[in-house]
C-alpha cells in the first residue's frame, strides 16, 4: 500500500516523463545564463544606466593615457600653445626654482630686478636665443617663441614684474579673388553701397604646423641641448664632463643606473637632477648623451 501510495503521488511516472523534466531543467539553466550574462555586459561593460559613457567620463579615461604620450598626434594639426606656468614647470624650473647655474629664482625680486629693467623683448630674446650658461629655448628645442615668451612673462610677474602675455596671433582675413575663367560682375548689377549687405571675408586656412625638431641621435648634440647648463659647470652638484675623478664612482655603477637617473631625475646629496635635465628628449637621446658624458669622462 506504502509503495502503491508513492507512486500514484509522483509527478514523472513514465521514462518520456523523465527526459522532458530533464530538458525542461536545462533550458531554464540556459535561459538564466542568457539573462544573467546580458544583464553584467549591458550594465556593467557598457555602463548602460550610468554616465560612463559621456564625453567627461571617456576624457577621464583617457587622459592617463594623454599625459603619457601615448596618443598619437595629428602631424598636420595646428600646434596648440602650452600656458606659460605649464612651460615653465616643464622646462624651467629645475633652474629658476633653485637659482642654479646662476639662473634668478621664480619670485626673487631683488634677483628679478635688473634684468625686468632691461624690458620685455630683451627677456623673452635672451630665452630664445639663450645667455651664458642658459641655453636656447630652456634646452626644448620644440617649443615656440610664443611659448616660450609666456613662460619668461609667468617668471618675471612673479618675481615683480607687470607684462602682459602675449597672445595667439588672430588669422588673418583676406578675401579671395574670383576663380579662373570666372568673369566678375558687373558693376552696374552690384547694389547700391547703401543697401548692400556687409560681405565676410572668409578666414584664411591656418598654415601646416611645422614639423617638431627631434634631437638626432648625436650624444653631443643632445648633451649641448639638454645637459651643458649644468655639467659643464658643475652646478647642481652635477659632475663635469671630463672630470674622471668626479665621475669614476658613476661609471663603476653602470650604464643602466646611469641611464635610469638621468631619464627619471635623481636626487643626491649635493644636489639634485630633473628628469632628461628637464627637456623633451627621448629616452633614447638621453641614453645618448649620457653615453657621451661617460665616454669623455673616462
Not at 596671433?169 to 568673369?183: D, L, R
Amino acid at each position: 500500500m506504502s509503495d502503491a501510495h508513492n507512486e500514484h503521488d509522483s509527478a514523472i511516472r513514465t521514462p518520456k516523463q523523465l527526459l522532458a523534466a530533464v530538458a525542461g531543467f536545462f533550458l531554464v539553466t540556459v535561459i538564466g545564463i542568457i539573462l544573467l550574462v546580458e544583464f553584467v555586459t549591458t550594465t556593467k561593460l557598457t555602463g548602460a544606466g550610468t554616465d560612463s559613457q559621456s564625453a567627461e567620463a571617456v576624457a577621464a579615461r583617457l587622459r592617463p593615457l594623454a599625459d603619457e604620450g601615448f596618443l598619437l598626434k595629428d602631424a598636420n594639426a595646428p600646434k596648440i600653445m602650452l600656458a606659460g606656468d605649464v612651460v615653465y614647470t616643464a622646462n624651467c624650473v629645475a633652474c629658476h626654482g633653485s637659482g642654479a647655474a646662476g639662473a634668478p629664482k621664480t619670485g626673487d625680486a631683488a634677483g628679478w630686478a635688473p634684468r625686468i629693467a632691461q624690458g620685455y623683448e630683451t627677456l623673452v630674446k635672451h630665452a630664445i636665443e639663450g645667455i651664458r650658461a642658459m641655453p636656447a629655448r630652456g634646452g626644448n628645442a620644440e617649443l615656440d617663441d610664443l611659448e616660450v615668451a609666456k613662460a619668461v612673462v609667468h617668471m618675471a610677474n612673479a618675481s615683480g614684474a607687470k607684462f602682459t602675455e602675449p597672445s595667439v596671433p588672430p588669422m588673418v582675413v583676406a578675401a579671395t579673388a574670383p576663380a579662373a575663367g570666372t568673369a566678375a560682375a558687373p558693376a552696374a548689377a552690384a547694389p547700391a553701397a547703401a543697401d548692400a549687405a556687409p560681405v565676410v571675408a572668409p578666414l584664411a586656412a591656418p598654415a601646416p604646423a611645422a614639423a617638431p625638431v627631434k634631437l638626432a641621435l648625436d650624444g653631443q648634440k643632445v648633451y649641448n641641448a639638454a645637459c651643458a647648463a649644468c655639467h659643464t659647470s658643475g652646478i647642481a652638484g652635477a659632475p663635469k664632463v671630463g672630470d674622471k675623478a668626479a665621475w669614476a664612482p658613476r661609471i663603476k655603477q653602470g650604464s643602466a643606473t646611469l641611464y635610469e637617473h638621468a631619464i627619471k631625475g635623481y636626487q643626491g646629496k649635493a644636489g639634485m637632477m630633473p628628469a632628461k635635465g628637464g627637456s623633451s628628449a627621448s629616452d633614447d637621446e638621453v641614453k645618448a648623451a649620457v653615453d657621451y658624458m661617460a665616454a669623455a669622462s673616462k
